[in-house]
C-alpha cells in the first residue's frame, strides 16, 4: 500500500495546525506555502522533531498513533531529513558526516549505494575535506546525501535551497531532479518557491495559517483560480510540451502542445524530447480574432471559459481553453471590459514569455 | 627549600584537585546538561544554588558543610549510618566540601558549551538513527570538548587554590587535610617566611600556567566560554 497518511494537530503561537492528508507513496509532494504557515512544523511532526496529536503512516508503517499510544522517537523511523541550513557535524570530515547515518543501519537495510549517492549528488571528490573547507551549495549536497545513505523509506526536505544564492539554487535543483527520477524514494518537500515546486513535485499541498487549503496534482493546483496561490502576481500554468524542430536562422526552438505550438529560444534539446514550460499570467494577453500582425510570435487560438480575481483589483485572470489545455491569462479589468469577453468567447491568445523547466 | 612536609602538602593537594575534578566532570556533566536544555521553571532556582559558592564567603559554606557533614548533620548521621568513617577532618570530608565548593567552576563552562551546541545537531544525528546515548557521545561530547578542557582547569585550579572551606571543615591533619594553602598559613603563624615563600612562589607560577593555557590554548575571552547563543 503505497500512499502516506497524515492527521495531525497541533497549537501554534498564532494558530493551530490541522492537517489531515492521504498523499501519495511515491513522487514528491510539496507543502507549499507562505512564509510562518506552519509547514516546516507539519515535517517536524512527521520526523517526530515536534510532537502533534494524531496519526502518521508511512507506506503501511505505523509511526505515530495516539489512539494507541504509539509514538516512534526520531531515530526509530527510517526517514532522511535535509535541513534548511546543511547542518553537517562540525567535527566530522565529510567521509565521516556521509558514513554517520550509514553506519547506524543494518548492512540489511541499505538499499542506496554509497556509489549511487556520490555520483548523484557529484560530492565524490569531496570525501577527505572538512565541512568549513565546503562552499554552501557543496555542504547542502553532503547533507542530501547523508541523509540518503540511512536508505529513507520517506525523504523530508525543508525549504533545502532556501539558505543558497541563486546561482547555488541552480547548481543544485538537477542534483534533486536526478534523486526524484532514479530513486523510488518518497519525498516530502517544504517549499515557498514556486519555480522549485514546478521544477520538482508531482503533487502539491498548499498550507495557509496551518490549514491545508489544497492538496493535488501539481498542474491541477498551479492552475486552480481559487486559490490565493493562484491568484497572486506568480499565478501561471504549467504545460508538457514535446520539442518539435528548431529554426538555425532565427536562433528558435519550437515546442507542440495540444493546443498548438510554442517558438522559445533556441534549445539544445532533441526534437521528441518532452520539456515542461511554464507560463505566467501576466505574461499572456489577449486579442480578438483577425487581429493585424503583432511582434509576439506565440499567438493561440482558443476560448474564454471563465474569470477570476487578481491579487489587484485593476486586474482579472481569464481562464482559457487553448486545445483541451488549460490557460491563465492575466488582463485588465478595463481591457475585459472593452473586448466585452464573456465565457464561450474565441480569441487569440498572446504568450509574452515562457518559462522552461525541465 | 622546600621541607619533606611541605612536599606532603603539595602531594596532598595534588590528589585532591585530581580526585575533585574527576568527581566535578561526572557530576557537573548531567547539571549543566539539564540547566542547558530544560524548561523547567526549577531553572533558575538550581542555576542559583549551583552559583552560590561563587559569591559566599569560603567560611559560610565551610560553617554549613561542617555543619552538614558533623556527626549531628543529617549526612553526617547518614554516613555514620552507613558505617563508614567521620567526615569533618578527613580526606574523604575534603573530598566531598571541595566538590561542592567548585562546582560552579564546572557547571557554568560546560553549560555554556552546552548551549552553544544548540539543539540542531542532536536533531539532525536523531534522524540519522543515533538514540539519545548514542547522540550524547558522538556529538554532543566532542563538540563540547572545549568546554570540558576549560571546566577541567578551572575544576581543578580552583580547588587547589580553596582555603577558608579547608580550614572550617578540614583541619590541618598531616598527610590528611594539610593542603598547600593551609601549610602556608602554618609558615606564616609561626613567622617561617622563608618557607613560607617558597611554597606561596610554587602556588603563583602553578596560577599564572594554568591562566597561560586557559587563555592561550582555549582562546577563552572569559573563564566562561563563549555564553548563549
Known amino acids: 500500500m503505497s500512499v502516506l497518511r497524515l492527521a495531525l494537530d497541533l497549537p501554534l503561537t498564532d494558530f493551530n495546525l490541522h492537517a489531515d492528508l492521504t498523499l501519495p507513496g511515491r513522487g514528491v509532494t510539496a507543502l507549499f506555502g507562505p512564509s510562518g504557515s506552519g509547514k516546516t512544523t507539519l515535517l517536524r511532526c512527521v520526523a517526530g522533531l515536534a510532537r502533534g496529536q494524531g496519526r502518521v503512516e508511512v507506506n503501511g508503517e505505523c509511526w505515530q498513533d495516539d489512539a494507541r499510544r504509539v509514538f516512534l522517537p526520531v531515530h526509530r523511523r527510517p526517514l532522511g531529513y535535509v535541513f534548511q541550513e546543511p547542518s553537517l557535524f562540525p567535527h566530522l570530515s565529510v567521509r565521516a558526516n556521509l558514513e554517520f547515518g550509514l553506519r547506524r543501519i543494518p548492512p540489511a537495510e541499505r538499499r542506496v549505494g554509497w556509489d549511487v549517492a556520490m555520483s548523484l549528488l557529484g560530492i565524490g571528490h569531496l570525501l577527505e575535506r572538512g565541512p568549513e573547507r565546503l562552499s554552501g551549495g557543496e555542504r547542502q549536497r553532503v547533507a542530501i546525501a547523508r541523509a540518503l545513505l540511512t536508505s529513507p523509506r520517506l525523504l523530508l526536505m525543508d525549504e533545502p535551497l532556501a539558505a543558497l544564492d541563486a546561482a547555488r539554487k541552480q547548481e543544485i535543483l538537477p542534483y534533486l531532479e536526478g534523486l526524484h527520477r532514479e530513486l523510488e524514494i518518497p519525498v516530502l518537500y517544504v517549499s515557498h518557491s514556486r519555480e522549485e515546486v514546478a521544477r520538482l513535485a508531482d503533487h502539491l499541498v498548499l498550507l495557509d495559517r496551518g490549514l491545508v487549503t489544497a492538496s493535488g496534482a501539481v498542474a491541477e493546483i498551479l492552475a486552480r483560480t481559487d486559490l490565493s496561490l493562484t491568484r497572486d502576481e506568480d499565478a501561471g500554468v504549467l504545460l508538457e510540451t514535446r520539442v518539435e524542430a528548431h529554426d538555425e536562422i532565427h536562433h528558435l526552438t519550437r515546442l507542440a502542445f495540444s493546443g498548438g505550438c510554442l517558438w522559445v529560444n533556441h534549445q539544445q534539446r532533441a526534437p521528441g524530447e518532452m520539456l515542461l514550460v511554464r507560463i505566467p499570467a501576466r505574461d499572456v494577453s489577449l486579442a480578438l480574432e483577425g487581429g493585424g500582425p503583432s511582434s509576439i510570435l506565440n499567438r493561440l487560438a482558443g476560448t474564454v471559459s471563465g474569470f477570476a480575481e487578481a491579487a489587484h483589483p485593476a486586474h482579472c485572470l481569464v481562464t482559457l481553453d487553448v486545445g483541451g489545455c488549460l490557460l491563465l491569462a492575466r488582463i485588465t479589468r478595463k481591457s475585459r471590459d472593452q473586448l466585452g469577453l464573456i465565457p464561450g468567447m474565441a480569441v487569440v491568445v498572446q504568450v509574452k514569455a515562457v518559462a522552461l523547466l525541465a | ?229
Do not use: C, K
Request: glycine residues 10%; aromatic residues 10%; neutral net charge.
Open chain 2, 1 to 229: 627549600m622546600l621541607s619533606a612536609e611541605d612536599w606532603a602538602a603539595i602531594r596532598l593537594t595534588l590528589e585532591l584537585a585530581s580526585t575533585v575534578t574527576g568527581l566535578l566532570l561526572v557530576v557537573g556533566t548531567p547539571i549543566a546538561l539539564w540547566l542547558a536544555r530544560t524548561r523547567s521553571p526549577l531553572r533558575g532556582v538550581v542555576g542559583a544554588v549551583v552559583a552560590l559558592p561563587i559569591v559566599l564567603p569560603p567560611t559560610v559554606l565551610g560553617f554549613y558543610l561542617l555543619v552538614l557533614l558533623g556527626p549531628q548533620g543529617p549526612v553526617g548521621q547518614f554516613v555514620e549510618a552507613m558505617g563508614l568513617a567521620r567526615l569533618p577532618f578527613t580526606f574523604p570530608g575534603l573530598v566531598l566540601a571541595s566538590v561542592v565548593y567548585s562546582l560552579p567552576f564546572v557547571v557554568q563552562p560546560l553549560q555554556n558549551a552546552f548551549m552553544a551546541i544548540g539543539e540542531r545537531p542532536l536533531e539532525v544525528a536523531a534522524t540519522l538513527r543515533a538514540s539519545p546515548w548514542d547522540r550524547f557521545v558522538h556529538v554532543t561530547l566532542p563538540l563540547a570538548r572545549p568546554g570540558f578542557v576549560t571546566a577541567a582547569i578551572l575544576g581543578f585550579a580552583h580547588t587547589v587554590g580553596e582555603f577558608g572551606v579547608v580550614l572550617m571543615i578540614g583541619g590541618n591533619v598531616p598527610g590528611e587535610t594539610r593542603v598547600v594553602s593551609m601549610q602556608i598559613y602554618n609558615h606564616v603563624e609561626a613567622m617561617d617566611y622563608a618557607s613560607a615563600h617558597g611554597l606561596a612562589g610554587v602556588l603563583l607560577v602553578f596560577s599564572f600556567l594554568v591562566l597561560l593555557m586557559l587563555y592561550s590554548v582555549g582562546g577563552a575571552r572569559s573563564f566562561w566560554g563563549g555564553g548563549p547563543r
